[in-house]
Each structure stands twice: as C-alpha cells, then as structure tokens.
C-alpha cells in the first residue's frame, strides 16, 4: 500500500515539502502507530533490546539524522518503530541552509540526493524544544541522539568553539552526542575529518558535554564519509580510540556520484559503508561501538553491515522508499 501511496501522490510532491508534510504528519500522528499496533496491523516492539555505549536500545535500527532536525516529531517517530531517534544536524545558531531547490530523488538507484546546508532552528531554540520533550514520559522514553556540525559561518579555526556550544546547550537532553563533519553541504566541513583538524574539536565537545551534564558521562561519536581515503578512515579510528571516544557513525552521504551537486544517499553508498565499517571494525577491535548507516533497504542489508562489524544501524532513505511500517517490521526481524 505504501509503495503505491509513494509512486502515485509523493512523487508528484517537490521532495523537500513532501520531507516537511512528513515531519508534521509524524508530529501529530504518533496516535495513529500506537493504534496500529494495538489492532495487530503493525508489529510490537521487539521483546529484546540491544545494549550499547551503555543504554539498552529497543531496537537495533534506529533514525538518521536529517529526517527531523529541529525535535520536532521525535515522539512519533519513535512510535513508528525506530530503535532510536537521531535529529539533527543542529548548529550553535540557526541558519536558513543553502538555497532551493536543494533536495531531489534520483528514483532510478532509490536514492536522495540533497545539498540542504544544515537548515535548522539553532542549539537554543532546539534546546528549549527537547526540554520540554523530556519533561514528559514518553519523552524520556525515547533513546535520543542529538547530531551537531558547524555554523557555516563560523571559520574553521573557530569549529573547536562553534562545536562546544552546541553540547553545551544540547547534551542535557542527549543520550548521546555526534559530532558531523562529514557533510558535504557545507563548505569545508569536510576538511575537519583529518586527524589534525579532528582533535581540538572533539576535546572542545567532550569537555564542554562533561561540564553541561557532571552527574553522566554522554556517549559521544563522530560521523564520517564514505568517501574518506582508507588511511584517512584509519586515522579517525585511532583518534577515536585515543580520545576515548565512544563510537563511530559511518557513513554519510556520498559526493562520488555525476547526478549534480550534493551528496547521495541510498543504495549507491552501500558497498562502501559496509567496506568502511569492515575497516573500522578491524582497527578498533571491540573498544568502540560503530554505527553502520548506508543503502538498508531489506533485512538482508541491515545483517551485512552487522556482520561487518556495526553495532546499531540507522536509516533515512529507506525509510523514504519503503515507508514507516518497513522499520517497525525490521527491527522485529532483526530481533
């Protein structure tokens, strides 16, 4: 029935509207899941959680960052199925992202591909939006990862700072932070993955989340590329492993691509984020935990990136394609 409703009415819709319908309809529409799975017409939530960076996570798949960036249907989304909620990216102050049209569905690979620039209300205003959310119980339900990158604005030299602010307004709420300097919508962002350029702005987050939230210690992971040289991969990891970070989110979207600008996601990152959790995997043993995001589309594909080595997964784009029944369905698979 999804796939019908996709190719006949969501197709028609501009993709970056059709993205904001499906934010407000998650918003409003949590009801609509929980009575679904009470009737029996959507799968329970699995019976078993998966343990990692210290939470027990009802679920192995989880949400991508990018699909609710400003906290604003974190509830429903949960509902929907998904282990975990990651929004995001948030930036220390609202910006407005690059101008449209800036996302497009390449429908012939099932991918999306998106020059968006960190649209996104700010670390203040979000802050003020997951107070409230954890003020109430189903909010503090919901195993949530906040995703933080630079203000575009902000020059390079300033990231470490830029960086910190953001945990320091965000990592309250978190149950884990991501550091994301692997988008290739911003300029320069990208050049922060070296390990030289890396360092100062993990320590700036990692002691700014300590001194926001003393009485914890919040998980905290960097983002990277698929399109990261294999040295380069190797580098992050034992950076990620002398810092003590927590864990490696890989990967994001790709610019190794001749459809226009931006990066794509979907099926055409599959081979490689599998190769770059393999990778990483092997360099870091089992000191941190990975998580392995890129072209999910069957339970095949989730247990591929499981057996390379990634401890949780996320999705976006398949989710996209295959609708919100698709998730609830495979994580009580994956169970």
């Known amino acids: 029935m999804y796939s019908a409703f996709y190719d006949h009415v969501l197709t028609h819709i501009e993709s970056e509207r059709a993205h904001r319908l499906g934010v407000l309809g998650f918003r409003y529409g949590a009801w609509a899941f929980r009575a679904s799975r009470r009737v029996g017409l959507q799968p329970q939530a699995p019976k078993t959680s998966v343990r990692a960076l210290g939470i027990d996570f009802p679920g192995r798949l989880g949400l991508a960052a990018g699909m609710d960036k400003n906290a604003e249907a974190v509830v429903g989304l949960a509902d929907a199925g998904f282990g975990f909620v990651e929004i995001g990216t948030v930036t220390a102050v609202g910006q407005p992202g690059n101008e449209k049209p800036r996302s497009w569905r390449e429908l012939d690979v099932r991918g999306i591909r998106n020059r968006m620039g960190f649209n996104n209300d700010g670390a203040d205003v979000v802050a003020e939006r997951l107070r409230d959310l954890r ?114 989110t890989a990967t994001n979207t790709t610019i190794a691509h001749d459809r226009g600008p931006g ?64 998730v609830a369905r495979l994580n009580s698979q994956l169970a």
């Open 135 to 248: 003020a109430t119980e189903r909010g503090q339900a919901v195993v949530l990862g906040v995703n933080i990158g630079k203000t575009k604005v902000t020059p390079p030299e300033e990231a470490a700072s830029d960086y910190a602010y953001s945990a320091t307004r965000l990592a309250p709420y978190a149950d884990y932070l991501v550091v994301n300097v692997s988008s290739p919508n911003t300029p320069g962002l990208r050049d922060l993955q070296s390990a030289e350029a890396l360092r100062p702005i993990l320590t700036a987050v990692r002691a700014a989340a300590d001194a926001a939230v003393p009485d914890r210690t919040v998980p905290l992971l960097v983002k990277i590329a698929p399109d990261l040289a294999d040295e380069d991969v190797d580098a992050v990891a034992d950076l990620a492993v002398e810092l003590g970070l927590d864990g490696i």
């Open 263 to 326: 990066g794509l996601s979907g099926p055409p990152v599959r081979d490689r984020a599998r190769e770059v959790v393999a990778r990483l995997r092997r360099r870091v043993g089992d000191d941190l935990v990975i998580v392995g995001v890129g072209g999910i589309e069957t339970l095949e594909d989730a247990q591929a990136l499981i057996d390379a080595g990634a401890t949780l997964l996320q999705t976006y784009t398949g989710f996209v394609y295959n609708g919100p029944g698709w």
